[in-house]
């Protein structure tokens, strides 16, 4: 089983499920082969296929985290603590202040931060098929060393801020890895249409 998890936060993570739904329908997921669990949240935006929950009870997700061969989740503290204390492959996806996804960019900070430590992290669809070709089980030893070092990020970039700029919030890579996902984002209509 393949599970998929936003978290409870009040902000949609509409382009997570919209690379899903991209993921489904050039059959990298297939929920015809394998069962796909999405864990929506506050999504309105809702991929084809796969069983959808807007929220599992706390026994209901751990049993979904056990049954699960993989795991795709948002970049939450919460998430990595639990899926840090797991057996199996995962993936992180941060969400981003840019996209309105959260208040801030805490979890792109901190994924870099995972990402020192061999954490897979997805910032574009073609990092989730890397990932699910290949799923690789990561151990991280202290993962509040992890927190502290995204704090120290998060603070340092405040502390140095611009007047913030939407499209130029993240360092050099990253912001270009953004602007490839937003004109990703625009095109998924058409590859729907053209399917």
Not at 109 to 126: D, F, N, S, W
Request: charged share 20%; net charge negative; hydrophobic share 40%.
């Amino acid at each position: 089983m393949i599970l998929i998890t936003v978290g409870t936060e009040k902000f949609p993570f509409n382009r997570l499920l919209q690379w899903i739904d991209y993921l489904i329908q050039q059959q990298f997921i297939n929920p015809q082969q394998e069962k796909v669990l999405i864990q929506y949240g506050s999504c309105t935006f809702l991929p084809q296929g796969g069983e959808k929950y807007q929220v599992l009870v706390e026994a209901d997700f751990k049993t979904m985290l056990d049954q699960a061969r993989l795991i795709i989740s948002h970049c939450g503290e919460g998430s990595f603590d639990i899926l840090a204390k797991l057996n199996k492959p995962f993936i992180l996806v941060p969400r981003s202040h840019g996209f309105d996804e959260h208040v801030d960019d805490h979890q792109v900070e901190l994924a870099q931060a995972l990402a020192e430590k061999g954490v897979p992290i997805a910032y574009t669809p073609g990092d989730l098929v890397r990932f699910l070709t290949n799923p690789v089980h990561v151990v991280v030893p202290a993962p509040s060393h992890c927190y502290a070092q995204a704090s120290q990020w998060l603070t340092q970039t405040a502390q140095t801020a611009q007047p913030p700029r939407r499209s130029s919030v993240y360092p050099g890579w990253i912001n270009a890895v953004v602007e490839f996902a937003k004109g990703l984002a625009r095109r998924l209509p058409d590859f729907a249409q053209e399917g």
